[in-house]
């Protein structure tokens, strides 16, 4: 099982510059989210998506943009990238109801750098 | 503001002893924690999990401890070995459904022989 697939793993980007983050997951889970981790910050929450077609905003969502058209796949967007958005992105997925002792399952993670 | 809080950042522990890290909630709706352990270059897995109807959860080496009255909890990990050293991170929901977690900042544990 492929699990929780992020795609690219590296990425370095011009001041500016716009970029689509992919996640897909082969889970079938209903919920899916975007992280971000920066040093001593932990994990912080962007976007999460509970179903097809719906996204809502977590605690730091200015500069990003999401989408999921498909169940499988929760797109991130930065339009204009900037410094502050140098991070490592963790997509992550669940299932909603009473399987919460499973948690999440993680991808691997997008180091994305800005310059 | 920071409803989860793992004030250590790091802690050094020798092989065979016990782990203890520690978080601190402050949120008294949360009805559900996890740990998750992270080791470099990889996403974040489960760990383990303790309800808030519970006050212990055991799975192998690994024990959480739930003291609600105190708003904290505590992942053991007896005995330690060199491939436990990673972040362990904590989080806490709230509702009947997974949804969103809330992550304390991580603590970095190094096992050394």
Known sequence: NAGVTQTPKFRVLKTGQSMTLLCAQDMNHEYMYWYRQDPGMGLRLIHYSVGEGTTAKGEVPDGYNVSRLKKQN???????????????????????????????????GTRLTVV | DQQVKQNSPSLSVQEGRISIL??????????????YKKY??????????????????????????????????????????????????????????????????????????
């Open chain 1, 74 to 108: 929760f797109l991130l967007g930065l339009e204009s990238a900037a410094p502050s958005q140098t991070s490592v992105y963790f997509c992550a997925s669940s299932y909603p109801g009473p399987k919460v002792d499973l948690g999440y399952t993680f991808g691997s």
């Open chain 2, 22 to 35: 520690n978080c601190d909630y402050t949120n008294s709706m949360f009805d559900y924690f996890l740990w």
């Open chain 2, 40 to 113: 470099p270059a990889e996403g974040p897995t489960f760990l383990i999990s303790i309800s808030s109807i519970k006050d212990k959860n055991e799975d192998g080496r690994f024990t959480v401890f739930l003291n609600k009255s105190a708003k904290h909890l505590s992942l053991h990990i007896v005995p330690s070995q060199p491939g436990d050293s990673a972040v362990y991170f904590c989080a806490a929901k709230r509702g009947s459904t997974l949804g969103r977690l809330y992550f304390g900042r991580g603590t970095q544990l190094t096992v050394w022989p």
